[in-house]
């Protein structure tokens, strides 16, 4: 009977919280796993609230914000009556422009910005008229893959620090406070474009970009590769391509599938050997 009620007076208690809201309370336990524990404003009987590790702070460390019996503030991220919890970010409260921010845009929006810094895993944009990020040159990161649907060598290829860019807002990083972008969202897949015009069995001409283990990849557009597997470059059993083709010779293929799910096109020799 003890079990129903307080189960009844967390839901009800939970009832009056909603996501975005600012709530305060007293930590009451902090742990590596679930972070910081809080017994909220209102409701002394157990703690409900909860504070991931990521959630604390984008610039201190949890020993330096939250200690057991210390005041915090965070905004109300998840609500969950069935477990009893309230997942808050003391992030929002911390950064309260930013939060604001990153939280009102919306999937596909477009946001325009300066590149800040290109690292060897992304590149940060620092976007116009919004706050600065604690930590980070700039709010917006693109990470390598979304900076072009072409293979990149180099990502001077692509960007360069000062380059004003324009690119689609893909999500919210709340681990990070970033806005996670696009570049080459803003451009059509050309895979795509490609896919529209060409038909499983249709010939094409064709140049061997690399040889693998597996096969060889043979480019039949500008950026559009297909994989010709090596059971099909041979009725032989040889366990490489190496010797039969190699970079740069021209081979006549069949497109034998188009997937564009996974982006990849499956060739075959228009005449085998």
């Known amino acids: ?6 189960d009844r007076a967390v839901r009800e208690f939970l ?3 909603h996501v975005g809201d600012i709530c305060g309370g007293t930590v009451a336990e902090v742990t590596r796993s679930e ?10 009987a157990r703690p409900l609230g909860i504070v991931r590790p990521a959630d604390v702070s984008w610039r201190r460390k949890t020993a330096e914000v939250a200690e057991i019996g210390r005041r915090i503030t965070g905004e109300a991220v998840t609500v969950d009556p069935d477990r009893g919890r309230v997942r808050l970010a003391m992030t929002a409260t911390e950064n309260p422009e930013l939060w604001a921010f990153l939280t009102s845009r919306q999937p596909g929006e477009v946001l325009s910005g300066t590149v800040a810094a290109i690292e060897r895993f992304g590149v940060f944009v620092s976007l116009d008229d919004c706050p ?3 930590v980070f040159p700039g709010v917006g990161f693109i990470t390598i893959p979304e900076l072009s649907w072409r293979h990149l060598d180099a990502v001077s290829d692509v960007v360069r620090v000062g380059q004003h860019v324009s690119c689609e807002f893909l999500q919210f990083d709340d681990w990070n406070g970033e806005a996670r972008l696009s570049l080459r969202g803003m451009q059509p897949d050309p895979f795509a474009v490609f896919a529209e015009g060409v038909a499983v069995g249709q010939t094409l001409r064709g140049q061997v970009t690399k040889v693998v283990p597996i096969g060889v990849f043979v480019r039949v557009a500008d950026g559009i590769e297909g994989l010709v597997h090596l ?5 032989l059993p040889v366990e490489t ?3 039969s083709l190699g970079v ?7 497109i034998t599938e188009v997937d564009l ?4 096109l499956a060739l075959s020799p228009a005449h085998r050997p």
């Open 1 to 6: 009977m003890g079990a129903a009620v307080d």
């Open 15 to 17: 009832a009056g919280i």
């Open 35 to 44: 972070g910081v524990v809080v017994t909220l404003d209102g409701f002394s």
């Open 132 to 134: 600065d990020h604690p």
């Open 231 to 235: 059971r099909e470059l041979t009725e």
């Open 241 to 243: 391509a190496e010797g």
């Open 248 to 254: 740069g010779d021209g081979l006549m293929v069949v």
């Open 261 to 264: 799910e996974r982006r990849r």
